[in-house]
């Protein structure tokens, strides 16, 4: 349990940057409202060889040389300072000193009063086919597709960096997949790896008479070869064939769907959930494709990003607010809770508050060791929380001194056989 809230800094939201770049198979570049580069991908490092910190801070121009053309570099800056996408090819060098042709598809994104809050640039080196007409108008029409894609999911990648909780993030994740995809429906299942089973955490899209049967809904991959497959590859399959495995066929009638894709969700190497995209009707596709196969793979490592995020976050709050070694609340947290339940006491309802202070634990400090007196703080601890009702709070506030708040009692004829009970828990030898 935390209480208070936190914003996810900026080192959160760079990182999402970083994830997106590295997910791109071309040179990527972004700058700020300014055009000052912020990111750049390892294939621009490739393709250039200036690597992120050579050209963070400048100007893309410093790419350019004595034989680009100034009117296409004129057609930029005027699509830069109207805010407005750009496509087109460049002449620029490499840092050794050759020229290349750029094929260039550049997009503003974000921002606030019209004004953007990044440009994006998806650049490729067509020099050995800027000849080819026809096979250069299909390089620009998969690169404004990578340029959609990669738009869609730093929009992605912005909602999630300000979201502070686990939940809130399966949620957003969740909400993101049918735009991103173009599927009808989605759901997110997190991985226990106690029992090998994924649940599902979050879903949108789904009618009232399917809801509740997603809500909740477990599988295990060993039911399934399909989710099995998808457990050990970071890859993401789409499964759509009837004729495929038992499981799948039950889950294409069950949920009504004509199609669903599935991606798993990777961070440090374990597998942390699945992502569930979802389509009924004509337009469910038929394969995966590079687009759909990179929009999925690209959220699922903005979503682990967010999820390990969220956890530090969550983490860093109930260290905040515990006991490090007895896992209790802390003062803070108690003097909330017992605001808080003074608050709801009314003429019906009481609340009492025990004090509770070990003897002797500076004899046993002093004779067994500190590490021994920790485990009797350690064990009181755990004696006390065992014999209290739900809701009640027990909370380490000094040394050797426990306080409890018993909130919805009627009097002491109630509080009584409770303290009884701690005294009879205390009592058993340790």
Same mark, same amino acid.
């Given at each position: 349990m935390t209480e208070g809230q936190a914003s996810a800094g900026p080192e959160s939201r760079d990182s999402f940057f970083g994830a997106l770049m590295g997910a791109l198979p071309e040179a990527a570049?972004?700058? @700020? @409202?300014?055009?000052?580069? $912020?990111?750049?991908?390892? !294939?621009?490092?490739?393709?250039?060889?200036?690597?992120?910190? #050579?050209?963070?801070?400048?100007? =893309?121009?410093?790419?350019?040389?004595p034989g680009t053309d100034q009117a296409t570099v004129r057609a930029v800056r005027d699509a830069l300072r109207a805010g407005e996408p750009f496509r087109g090819r460049l002449l620029n060098h490499r840092k050794d000193g050759d020229a290349f042709w750029n094929e260039l598809a550049l997009a503003p994104i974000g921002g606030t009063s019209g004004r953007p809050a990044n440009f994006i640039a998806l650049e490729r080196d067509v020099s050995t086919s800027v000849a080819d007409r026809a096979g250069l108008?299909?390089?620009?029409?998969?690169?404004?597709?990578?340029?959609?894609?990669?738009? !869609? &999911?730093?929009?992605t990648a912005r909602t999630l960096a300000q979201e502070v909780s686990t939940e809130k993030v399966l949620r957003s994740v969740a @909400?993101?997949?049918?735009? &991103? =995809?173009?599927?009808?429906?989605?759901? +997110?299942a997190v991985w226990d790896p106690e029992t090998s089973r994924l649940s599902i955490a979050a879903h949108t899209g789904w009618p009232s008479h399917l809801d509740e049967l997603m809500t909740g809904a477990i599988v295990s991959p060993s039911t399934s070869p399909e989710l099995a497959d998808i457990v050990v590859r970071p890859e993401? $399959?789409?499964?759509? @064939?009837?004729?495929?495995?038992?499981?799948?066929?039950?889950?294409?009638?069950?949920? #009504?769907?004509?199609?669903?894709? /599935? $991606?798993?969700?990777?961070?440090?190497? #374990? &597998?942390?959930?699945?992502? &569930? /995209?979802?389509?009924?009707? /004509?337009?469910?596709?038929?394969?995966?494709?590079?687009?759909?196969?990179?929009?999925?793979?690209?959220?699922?490592g903005i979503a682990a990003i967010a999820l390990d995020n969220a956890r530090l976050m969550e983490e860093t709050h109930w260290i905040a607010a515990h006991d490090p070694l007895t896992g209790l609340p802390n003062r803070s947290i108690l003097e909330k809770r017992l605001a808080r339940a003074l608050q709801r006491t009314d003429e019906r309802s009481a609340t009492a508050v025990?004090?509770?202070d070990i003897d002797g634990l500076k004899q046993t400090n002093d004779a067994l060791g500190h590490d021994a007196g920790d485990r009797v703080l350690m064990e009181v601890a755990a004696r006390l929380r065992a014999s209290l009702r739900p809701g009640d709070t027990v909370s380490r506030v000094g040394g050797d001194?426990? $306080?409890? +708040?018993? #909130?919805?009692?009627?009097?002491?004829?109630?509080?009584?056989p409770i303290i009884r009970r701690l005294e009879e828990a205390l009592a058993v030898p340790l």
């Open positions: 570049v972004v700058t @700020d @409202d300014e055009q000052d580069i $912020v990111y750049v991908n390892d !294939a621009f490092t490739t393709m250039t060889g200036y690597t992120l910190d #050579e050209v963070r801070g400048r100007n =893309c121009r410093f790419l350019q040389g108008a299909e390089l620009l029409q998969q690169t404004e597709r990578e340029r959609a894609t990669l738009g !869609a &999911l730093l929009d @909400d993101s997949i049918p735009g &991103l =995809c173009g599927s009808e429906r989605s759901a +997110v993401p $399959v789409l499964i759509r @064939d009837p004729a495929s495995s038992a499981w799948a066929r039950s889950a294409l009638e069950q949920y #009504e769907i004509d199609a669903f894709a /599935a $991606v798993p969700v990777h961070s440090t190497g #374990e &597998l942390r959930g699945v992502l &569930l /995209a979802y389509w009924c009707g /004509a337009g469910a596709p038929t394969e995966m494709e590079e687009n759909l196969r990179l929009r999925l793979s690209g959220l699922a025990v004090f509770c001194e426990f $306080v409890i +708040v018993l #909130e919805h009692v009627s009097g002491e004829d109630e509080v009584q």
